[in-house]
């Protein structure tokens, strides 16, 4: 008897190590969701404008699935940003070019960052062409803020926990 229960031990620490991997990545999901609740982002074409429709997340903000220069990324929507802000990291690997230096204000403070042009941006069906952006090195994350050079071509509404963007 005691042979059996040395035995069962083993796969009961395998049942609850598979049981406890299946919660993390089910909630995994779950907290991806409340960050960015659009990841499948809805447009509507109306005539010759598009309208993506995007969803506040937990926090308030409006977070999306794009694209740039044809690689996916996330981008966070910040009215507050002059330009679209990309982490150094990220830039690299979207292949962007560093331009000159300059300097920006940010809520930490002045930083350095180098001017770079983005060949084309999408998000939903909507697809800009030479918009200009900034890499920022102390910028951490893979998370992209949409700034003003981007948003600008975009008549903005609001409305409840909903932001539509028609182009």
């Known amino acids: 008897m005691a042979g059996g229960n040395s035995f069962g031990k083993p796969f009961m620490f395998i049942a609850w190590g598979l049981a406890i ?8 999901d779950q907290l991806q969701e409340q960050f960015n609740p659009n990841s499948h982002i809805q447009s509507h074409r109306n005539g010759g404008d598009v309208t993506v429709v995007l969803e506040q997340n937990r ?3 409006y977070v ?3 694209k740039i220069n044809g690689q996916q990324v996330t981008f966070l929507l910040d009215t507050g940003a002059t330009l679209v ?13 560093k331009g000159r230096q300059g300097m920006s204000q940010t809520a930490n403070g002045r930083v350095i960052t180098y001017r770079t042009e983005i060949d084309t941006l999408e998000l939903g069906e909507i697809r800009l062409n030479n918009v200009d952006a900034s890499i920022t090195p102390g910028m951490d994350g893979n998370v992209i803020l949409l700034g003003m ?3 600008k071509e975009f008549e903005l509404t609001q409305k409840n926990d909903t932001l539509r963007l028609t182009y």
């Not at 991997?21 to 995994?28: D, S, T």
């Open 149 to 151: 050079s981007a948003l």
């Open 21 to 28: 991997a299946l919660l993390v990545w089910f909630f995994q």
């Open 59 to 61: 926090m308030g903000h």
């Open 85 to 97: 802000a990309v982490p150094e990291g990220l830039a690299s690997q979207l292949g962007l070019q």
């Open 64 to 66: 999306a699935r794009g």
